[in-house]
């Protein structure tokens, strides 16, 4: 925050043995305003100096209030209180400038990362299987990270890694030719896919050789045989236009679309290079890499009739994104029941003498049931996200066409509110809690929802609009501000905008999307708490400018902030 760099700025020079590092790692900001905007603890420095902390707050607020003294930072109030010093920001002196900060483009924005390529894989649904809110999770946590990595200055590469291989096609082979119908195959292909996979699993229970037959399948296919070639473009083809439709709407892009078969020559170079290492050990006829050190269970890599698996693909993978895509970074944004998978992969690629592999991270994100019911492909439990959508745009249809919008503002307006609250609902908890998938929730105007912030930023654009008819626009102020009868609730509001960009950089480096998920919210509570209890809009121009400015400043944040999370921000609601 501005405000926490100016308060380190002005203490540094007055403590002796602290940096201004130190000085910032120490600051908190109060609970309470009447405890001041930021609060110096001075328990540290007691220790230091062998003083009594209270005795230490007492000199630094006659130090920091001494004029022209050595702080000389402007428009700085300081008051001791037991052992803390609070320090009051001036808004006369900090809101102009907070406010128009916060009005230069790309508000937020850092260049930390810069010169660095993160390789981000997200979304990575399954062929021939629904895209379920399972997927969702992943395809929204990495399209945020992607922003917020971007706005951190980072190079960002975004990967789809679609589940195109794998004996589960040999399955649905299998299943295909027993009981295939390819009019309702045409018709419905993922459902219809979906209801023979379910079938197959069904029947496999009584009838063993169904497995056997699935495999063989497979094994045809990774050897090339013509006829499961073509069923298998089938399936991905139908599939990749259903996926594409689903991330059409939530307005995601991806810079590779990459099936796991892409990696099919690239996987025996690794299993020769494991065997050249002596890593590779022989285990009931399968191949393994044993991890007792690591205290993970061995690693598969090829399975006893000598096909690949999931692991010996993604070793193919994180090599050719080290090497080939060029990258830094490699996140992972898989759900957690993946995580000894990726423990596993990256262990043998340390075993490897890779030792990059410490830049590559599972990002892990808890499940999404619904109705308090996990969900399984393989019994057909899912939840279709397209009807999701629909669903939400549809609801979202009917509490827009209520009010003051145009016909044909309804649908577009419904469908940023439909879809956006389903993303928001997403992001807004920390990635690691389960989510109980519920779209009345997710779609309130009040609460913590996406509505609800995208709601407080149509207010803004209204109210700046309203200032527009007026006369007066929030960059009329110079020397006339008069930020300092904003009161309390406008200061408030300043602070939160101040706050973004930390929210936006502790984001990034927490691999955490919520944090500007809830910054946003804590950012449209405090101007809807402003927006009630001020006039806005008021007969002095002066003042309706600051207080618009003030207001231009939040919309930026919401904006900004939405965007970064992949909402869309309607300038009507
Ligand atoms: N397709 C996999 C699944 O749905 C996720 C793939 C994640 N990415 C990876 N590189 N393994 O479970």
């Known amino acids: 925050m501005r405000i926490l760099e100016a308060a380190a700025d002005a203490i540094t020079p007055l403590v002796s043995g602290l940096n201004r590092g130190d000085v910032l790692a120490l600051l908190e900001l109060p609970p309470r305003p009447e405890m001041g905007d930021v609060a110096f603890p001075c328990f540290t420095l007691a220790k230091t100096l062998r003083k009594a902390p209270s005795a230490i707050a007492t000199d630094l607020e006659n130090g920091l209030n001494m004029p022209n003294g050595a702080a000389s930072v402007e428009g700085i109030r300081s008051e001791a209180l037991g052992p803390y010093v609070n320090l009051f920001f001036e808004p006369r002196i900090w809101g102009p400038r907070i406010a128009s900060d916060a009005l230069k483009p790309e508000y937020g924005c850092s260049q930390i990362g810069r010169g660095q390529r993160v390789v981000i894989d997200s979304s ?37 890694h679609i589940g195109d291989w794998g004996t589960q096609f040999g399955k649905l082979m299998e299943a295909y030719q027993r009981w295939g119908d390819d009019v309702k195959l045409a018709a419905e292909p993922i459902r219809e896919s979906l209801r023979l996979y379910v079938r197959f699993h069904e029947e496999a229970k009584h009838d063993p050789s169904l497995e056997d037959a699935g495999r063989d399948w497979f094994r045809r296919l990774e050897q090339g045989d013509l006829e499961a070639e073509r069923l298998w473009s089938y399936f991905v083809g139908v599939s990749m236009e259903e996926f594409d439709r689903v991330y059409a709407r939530l307005g995601v892009k991806f810079d590779h679309v990459l099936g796991e078969s892409f990696y099919n020559d690239k996987m ?8 050249d290492k002596g890593l590779l050990e022989e285990s009931d006829g399968a191949q393994v890499v ?4 690591e205290g993970l269970p061995p690693c ?84 279709f996200l397209d009807e999701v959508l629909d669903e939400a745009v549809q609801k979202a249809q ?5 009010g003051s919008l145009r016909p044909e503002e309804v649908i577009d307006v419904a469908k940023a509110v439909g879809i956006g609250a389903v993303i928001f609902g997403d992001l807004r908890g920390s990635r690691m809690s389960e989510i109980d998938f519920s779209l009345d929730e997710m779609l309130r105007f009040e609460g913590d929802t996406g509505p609800y912030v995208q709601y407080t930023y149509a207010r803004v654009a209204s109210l700046i609009e309203k200032g527009i008819v007026a006369g007066i626009t929030p960059l009329d102020l110079k020397e006339q501000n008069v930020f300092a009868s904003v009161g309390s609730n406008g200061w408030a509001c300043l602070k939160a905008v101040d706050g973004f960009p930390d929210a936006v950089r502790e ?16 950012t449209a509570k405090a101007f809807n708490r402003f927006y009630r209890s001020d006039r806005i809009l008021t007969n002095d121009p002066a003042e309706t400018a600051t207080k618009l400015q003030l207001t231009a400043a939040i919309g930026a944040v919401l904006r900004i902030g939405l965007g970064l999370l992949g909402v869309r921000a309607p300038e009507r609601m």
């Open 290 to 293: 044993r991890l007792e050190e």
């Open 398 to 402: 009917e509490v827009a066409s209520g």
């Open 124 to 160: 990575s649904p399954n062929i021939a299987k629904p895209f379920g809110v399972g997927h969702l999770r992943s395809t929204v946590i990495g399209a945020a990270l992607a922003n917020l990595y971007a706005a951190c200055g980072w190079d960002v590469v975004k990967v789809n």
């Open 507 to 522: 984001a990034v480096q927490l691999i955490e999307p919520s944090v500007v998920a809830r910054h946003l919210l804590d």
């Open 300 to 383: 598969l890599v090829l399975k006893s009739d000598g096909t690949t698996i999931y692991p010996t693909r993604d070793l193919a993978t994180a090599i050719y994104r080290k090497t080939v895509m060029g990258a830094d970074r490699l996140l992972y944004v898989v759900g957690a029941e993946q995580t000894l998978h990726f423990n596993q992969v990256f262990a043998v690629l340390r075993r490897m003498g890779r030792e990059w592999a410490e830049s590559c991270e599972h990002v892990p994100f808890g499940l999404i049931k619904v109705q308090g019911k996990k969900m399984s492909t393989r019994k057909g439990k899912v939840v």
């Open 268 to 275: 025996s170079p690794v299993v020769d290079e494991l065997r």
